[in-house]
């Protein structure tokens, strides 16, 4: 089964911009939908944006939609977040998550396999 480690996060100004990356230990993560969510402190985990496997579908919350875009690298086996315009409500714990097949659902309990999850924190 795909392995995911996130790297990436860390502490940044509102206004500033971050990028995720999310490595994936398997050939066949070609044929994976990936996406990411995130989860703060007393709420639950959201989804943030989702890519199908030839990177040509894209989709987003409406809360982050023109700030963040997700994109990925079949040939090294990873999945960007690039987080622009970062928000102090954007502060979360970011996890990337994979699922076989092509429908980029945006519910967690659709996908099968998640990462460790990265901190992002956006303060001044």
């Known amino acids: 089964q795909v392995r995911l480690v996130e790297s ?11 990028r995720l990356s999310c490595a994936a230990s398997e050939r066949t993560f070609s044929t994976y939908v990936m996406a990411w969510f995130r989860q703060a402190p007393g709420k639950e985990r959201e989804f943030v944006a989702s890519i199908r496997w030839s990177g040509d ?24 977040l690039q987080m622009d315009s970062l928000k102090p ?4 714990v970011y996890y990337c998550a994979a699922r076989p097949g092509i429908v980029a659902y945006r519910t967690t309990r ?5 990462g460790q999850g990265t901190q992002v924190t956006v303060s001044s």
Do not use: C, H, M
């Not at 659709?110 to 998640?114: A, G, I, K, Q, T």
């Open 8 to 18: 990436g996060g860390g502490l940044v100004q509102p206004g500033g911009s971050l």
């Open 57 to 80: 579908n894209t989709y987003y919350a409406d809360s982050v939609k023109g700030r963040f875009t997700i994109s990925r690298n079949n040939a090294n086996d990873t999945v960007l």
């Open 89 to 92: 409500g954007d502060t979360a």
């Open 110 to 114: 659709e996908y099968d396999v998640w």
